[in-house]
């Protein structure tokens, strides 16, 4: 196979809307590290690929997100904490099985084939490092919620030594998973139980503190509600959200027309890009940045931003 074509700086500032200087000096060097080569797929193989995702999304096998899943997350951190003490706390262990579980990938609004199976964790560092970098600069305190393995606490705790940072999440195994990594990697980190359908008020957020969540908050579906009021409630200084964002899909096309009947079949996130533009019309929120970066997984595209701030 011939991997001929390659995810380079210039193809990030595009997706970023950031000069390439910026993007060269912030993450150039993962950039090059990484050699994200990837190729299109011929028509048989993509006809062959499509086949295969509709199949799977009309099999009937796919778990629909929601309370219930309470259990499932539960038991995936706990067996996530035991690997990464029984790997000597190596932090390589923290790496999701789900990201990266197949090369077939989507990219620029098609599929395509990566490479190296390294390629989509690869490109997640390389993003989170990016929006860490573009909206994270100046906040002392950050809180992720659903932070499950901590793989973004821990980046980002390395990235901003300055910072307190606060992993949440309904389970106990990734609240664990932060104050484990407090103590053995001695990094800033404190981990706190949350659940996004019972927000706990009594949680402390400081004035100036930052909000982000990464492929978490589309466990939800359309009962996000309780989580942005509880944020509207505290009134963070910056929220930023890596998310499948359904608003952006154009069902003309088939890929996304593939991608949104998985969404909707997996009862993903539903409705939070359109009520924060409500929300914006009505003065209470200011949006800043929504952007569909074309990058996903084979059934989805998970790396798409969304930044707002509160009104105050
Ligand atoms: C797909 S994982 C993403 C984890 C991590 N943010 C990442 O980037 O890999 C979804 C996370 O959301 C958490 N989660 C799901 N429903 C939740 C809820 N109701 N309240 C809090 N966390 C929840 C899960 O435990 C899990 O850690």
Same mark, same amino acid.
Not at 7 to 26: C, D, N, T, Y
Not at 35 to 49: H, S, T
Not at 251 to 260: G, K, N, Q, R, Y
């Given at each position: 196979?011939?991997?001929?074509?390659?995810?380079?700086?210039?193809?990030?500032? =595009?997706?970023?809307?950031?000069?390439?200087?910026?993007?060269?000096?912030?993450?150039?060097?993962?950039?090059?590290?990484?050699?994200?080569?990837?190729?299109?797929?011929?028509?048989?193989?993509?006809?062959?690929?499509?086949?295969?995702?509709?199949?799977?999304?009309?099999?009937? /096998?796919?778990?629909?997100?929601?309370?219930?899943?309470?259990?499932?997350?539960?038991?995936?951190?706990?067996? *996530?904490? =035991?690997?990464?003490?029984?790997?000597?706390?190596?932090? =390589?262990?923290?790496?999701?099985?789900?990201?990266?579980?197949?090369?077939?990938?989507?990219?620029?609004?098609?599929?395509? #084939?990566?490479?190296?199976?390294?390629? #989509?964790?690869?490109?997640?560092?390389?993003?989170?490092?990016?929006?860490?970098?573009?909206?994270?600069?100046?906040?002392?305190?950050?809180? =992720?919620?659903?932070?499950?393995?901590?793989?973004?606490?821990?980046?980002?705790?390395?990235?901003?030594? /300055?910072?307190?940072?606060?992993?949440?999440?309904?389970?106990?195994?990734?609240?664990?998973?932060?104050?484990?990594?407090?103590?053995?990697?001695?990094?800033?980190?404190?981990?706190?139980?949350?659940?996004?359908?019972?927000?706990?008020?009594?949680?402390?957020?400081?004035?100036?503190?930052?909000?982000?969540?990464? *492929?978490?908050?589309?466990?939800?579906?359309?009962?996000?509600?309780?989580?942005?009021?509880?944020?509207?409630?505290?009134?963070?200084?910056? *929220?930023?959200?890596? #998310?499948?964002?359904?608003?952006?899909?154009?069902?003309?096309?088939?890929?996304?027309?593939?991608?949104?009947?998985?969404?909707?079949?997996?009862?993903?996130?539903?409705?939070?890009?359109?009520?924060?533009?409500?929300?914006?019309?009505?003065?209470?929120?200011?949006?800043? /940045?929504?952007?569909?970066?074309?990058?996903?997984?084979?059934?989805?595209?998970?790396?798409?931003?969304?930044?707002?701030?509160?009104?105050?």
């Amino acid at each position: 196979m011939v991997y001929d074509r390659v995810l380079g700086v210039r193809q990030f500032a =595009e997706k970023f809307g950031a000069p390439e200087s910026e993007v060269a000096e912030i993450v150039g060097t993962d950039i090059d590290a990484a050699g994200l080569k990837y190729r299109l797929l011929e028509k048989a193989e993509r006809d062959a690929l499509i086949v295969s995702v509709l199949t799977r999304i009309d099999s009937g /096998d796919l778990t629909v997100v929601g309370a219930a899943r309470h259990r499932l997350w539960s038991d995936v951190w706990q067996e *996530c904490l =035991e690997n990464f003490i029984r790997n000597d706390h190596d932090v =390589e262990a923290l790496n999701p099985r789900f990201v990266g579980a197949s090369r077939m990938l989507r990219l620029n609004g098609d599929y395509a #084939e990566a490479e190296s199976t390294r390629f #989509e964790v690869d490109l997640y560092g390389i993003v989170r490092k990016w929006l860490f970098h573009r909206w994270l600069g100046g906040y002392s305190n950050i809180f =992720e919620f659903g932070s499950g393995s901590a793989f973004n606490l821990v980046a980002l705790a390395r990235q901003r030594p /300055d910072a307190s940072i606060h992993g949440l999440d309904w389970a106990q195994g990734a609240v664990d998973l932060a104050n484990v990594l407090r103590e053995k990697l001695n990094l800033n980190l404190h981990g706190r139980s949350f659940d996004f359908f019972k927000p706990d008020y009594s949680l402390d957020i400081p004035v100036r503190s930052a909000v982000m969540t990464f *492929c978490a908050l589309e466990q939800t579906g359309e009962r996000f509600t309780q989580f942005l009021d509880f944020l509207l409630a505290k009134q963070p200084a910056r *929220c930023i959200h890596m #998310e499948p964002i359904v608003e952006f899909y154009d069902p003309a096309t088939l890929p996304d027309t593939m991608a949104l009947r998985y969404h909707l079949r997996r009862g993903y996130l539903n409705g939070l890009l359109t009520r924060l533009r409500e929300l914006e019309e009505k003065g209470r929120v200011t949006i800043l /940045d929504a952007r569909r970066l074309g990058l996903g997984s084979l059934y989805h595209e998970g790396f798409s931003v969304v930044v707002w701030e509160p009104v105050p």
